[in-house]
């Protein structure tokens, strides 16, 4: 089923052919490099951009001008941020080629083409790094070309059956080709891995000399031992050893850079995107989050599940930090903003020593303020909306990055060593967040029931975490974190945990029934994780991560609010 993010709204004219205040000359598709170039693209005709529709999909980010508090940085620690600035500006110019390849092609055209609409679609094409609709499953609004579900990570044309069916008959070429660090491309009638460093060494070789600079300009240990090892993995493809440097950083200066996350891969889920988070902590707001990881080995145990779904193998260390963001590169600049991040991701890592957990504040609060607390009054009864606190949409963050670290990771399935990633493939991202989302919430209430946070604001809590599932819905149920929130939703309706008030069609929170229904999904999510089992976790997904009509009548009702924000930020400090 299809949900449009704001179903009232014609949106998908767009992509289908809309009519436009002025008719436009007749224009041709965007056309690929002659590296990725095929006549069916170079036939296409770009169907008309209906005015309207682009500037709504435009209004559904709201544009936030960021002006983080760095007075406490000395002049060496601004000169260092601003060389990583400029590293990240690289993470953008690969992340670009790694949705499409022909972006580059397509910008160009869209910017020196007699087109109509040209200035509203180029700033969508630079929005969403691409001429597709991430808010709306990645639908193109120029040009009619499908981003393909590996992105550019495959070739557009290979098949599912085709990957699996060569590693299957060259089981020698398994690991480079599940590996997160390589491409694969078509040489003649064979399949081929190719390194990133060889692959996107025009970006790789400068941006490892950027950090080898930075690495030379700080007298922070802990920093110049991480830039330094990063450059190199950039040029090795070998991460181990700056993400265990990573874990060990101190000082005001928090950058995370690299080749991370697997949302852009729609096809396995293997491939990481480039990106990069250049933040600086604020130490007393890090030190009163910081309490919670010492909860971590307890949280383990105290899993609704049998032993054998625990995972006490992973370290435990896990710093917690509270940063502003300054600025930010690749996979974490279209879109839909990032508001914290639990990395890495590497489980030789987690095992050794955990994870690091980053709540990025500034960000967080933009979207309370612009988007879930206004959005309460829409979702909930009215008894009920004023309930929503800015304290559990933190918490909520960062106990949903701290279940990043708990439950299943590497398992054993059929006496192989394998891990739930590599088992559930594409479909582990959507379970992962959906996971994390409500184990969060299991675990504020434990420390609830433990006294380190106050029960009498329980209610506040629930309220605050069911509205948040609204607001994620919004980015699409079939991206990961949409598609997540959206099976808690489903799983919650089936438990009786909320009613739909007829009279002021709004949801009416059974929060007794919800505490309960947040116990019985932990259990339910971490069991289908630990399994290993794609087919229960296809069965699972299929059941819960859809939505009903009252549902979809909350979201469409909200188009007074933005999805999402747009921040900017300064490029020198």
């Not at 819905?473 to 919650?492: D, K, P, T």
């Amino acid at each position: 089923m299809k949900v449009l993010l704001i179903a009232s709204l014609a949106v998908m004219t767009v992509a289908c052919g809309g009519e436009t205040t002025s008719a436009p000359p007749a224009q041709t598709a965007p056309v690929e490099d002659s590296a990725a170039a095929t006549d069916e693209h170079e036939s296409q005709a770009i169907p008309a951009a209906n005015t309207e529709a682009l500037g709504v999909m435009r209004d559904q980010f709201a544009i936030v001008e960021m002006a983080p508090d760095t007075s406490f940085l000395n002049a060496e620690e601004r000169a260092v941020i601003n060389k990583l600035n400029q590293v990240g500006a690289l993470m953008s110019e690969i992340y670009l080629r790694q949705r499409s390849e022909a972006n580059p092609a397509w910008r160009e055209q869209i910017a020196s083409g007699d087109i109509a609409n040209k200035d509203i679609i180029l700033d969508l094409f630079d929005l969403h790094f691409g001429p597709w609709d991430t808010l709306d499953h990645n639908k193109p609004f120029y040009g009619d070309t499908p981003m393909p579900e590996g992105a550019a990570f495959y070739p557009a044309d290979m098949t599912r059956e085709e990957f699996e069916g060569w590693i299957e008959a060259h089981p020698e070429d398994k690991d480079a080709f599940t590996s997160g660090y390589t491409v694969i491309r078509r040489d003649g009638d064979a399949l081929v891995a190719i390194a990133y460093s060889e692959h996107y060494r025009e970006w790789l070789e400068p941006a490892a000399a950027l950090l080898r600079e930075a690495a030379e300009m700080t007298s922070n240990a802990s920093l110049k031992q991480f830039l330094s090892l990063r450059a190199e993995s950039f040029l090795t493809d070998d991460y181990y050893d700056s993400e265990m440097a990573w874990m060990d950083l101190d000082g005001p200066i928090e950058a995370a850079i690299g080749p991370y996350e697997v949302y852009t891969d729609g096809m396995f889920g293997y491939k990481t995107a480039f990106e990069a988070f250049i933040t600086v902590k604020n130490p007393e707001e890090s030190a009163a989050l910081s309490k919670y990881k010492d909860f971590l080995r307890d949280m383990e145990a105290n899993l609704p599940v049998d032993e054998r779904y625990k995972n006490f193998k992973r370290g435990f260390e896990s710093p917690i930090a509270a940063a502003y963001q300054v600025h930010g590169g690749g996979d974490n600049v279209p879109g839909v903003q990032t508001i914290a991040f639990n990395l890495p991701n590497d489980e030789r890592v987690r095992e050794a020593k955990g994870a690091k957990k980053v709540i990025l504040n500034n960000v967080l609060g933009a979207k309370f303020d612009r988007i879930l607390n206004p959005m309460a009054e829409a979702v909930l009864v009215d008894e009920q909306a004023g309930l929503l606190v800015k304290k559990y949409m933190t918490n909520e963050t960062l106990f949903h990055e701290l279940a990043h670290s708990l439950g299943p990771g590497s398992i054993t399935k059929d006496g192989v060593e394998t891990s739930v990633a590599a088992e559930l493939k594409e479909l582990y991202t959507m379970t992962e967040e959906g996971k994390a989302d409500v184990l969060g919430a299991y675990n504020i209430l434990y420390m609830m029931q433990r006294g380190e946070l106050p029960a009498a604001e329980k209610e506040s809590f629930l309220a605050t975490y069911f509205v948040g599932l609204f607001r994620a819905m919004r980015f699409g149920i079939n991206e990961a974190h949409g598609g997540g929130a959206a099976f808690q939703y489903s799983y919650f309706k089936q438990a009786g945990a909320f009613e739909w008030d007829k009279n002021e069609e709004k949801f009416r929170i059974n929060f007794a029934a919800l505490e309960q229904a947040i116990s019985d999904l932990t259990r339910d999510i971490i069991i289908v994780q630990g399994d290993g089992d794609y087919d229960s976790a296809r069965a699972f997904l299929d059941t819960y991560a859809k939505l009903d009509a009252n549902a979809e009548h909350i979201i469409a009702s909200l188009t007074y609010l933005p999805v999402d924000i747009q921040p900017v930020y300064a490029d020198a400090l």
